[in-house]
């Protein structure tokens, strides 16, 4: 379950995620985040999970001007790790042999 809010920050809007970022919630998380005034900073304290189509969503609204803040050590990593695999699961590595 996601829970998203904004409020005013001292330097502009807060967009807080909270919960579990997962692809059926990315379509609001961007609505909510079209309608903010930029620069605003997505606080990702209480972000606990988030799957590939959420770290994709975090990664586009950061290249549009969002500003990361709070993320755990595991939201980091899958916002800074692209998370493709192939059909065959070993990450796109695989080499015929």
Do not use: F, W
Not at 7 to 32: C, N, S, T
């Amino acid at each position: 379950m996601i829970r998203i809010a904004t409020e005013e920050g001292p330097y502009g809007r807060i967009v807080r995620v909270e919960g579990h970022l997962k692809r059926e919630d990315v379509a609001v998380l961007e609505e909510v985040c079209s309608h903010v005034a930029r620069p605003y900073e997505l606080d990702l304290k209480e972000l606990r999970g988030i799957d590939e189509a959420g770290a994709i969503a975090i990664r586009r609204l950061t290249a549009g001007g969002a500003r990361v803040a709070g993320a755990s050590a595991y939201v980091r990593l899958r916002l800074a790790t692209d998370c493709h695999a192939d059909s065959n699961g070993s990450g796109g590595n695989s080499q015929e042999r």
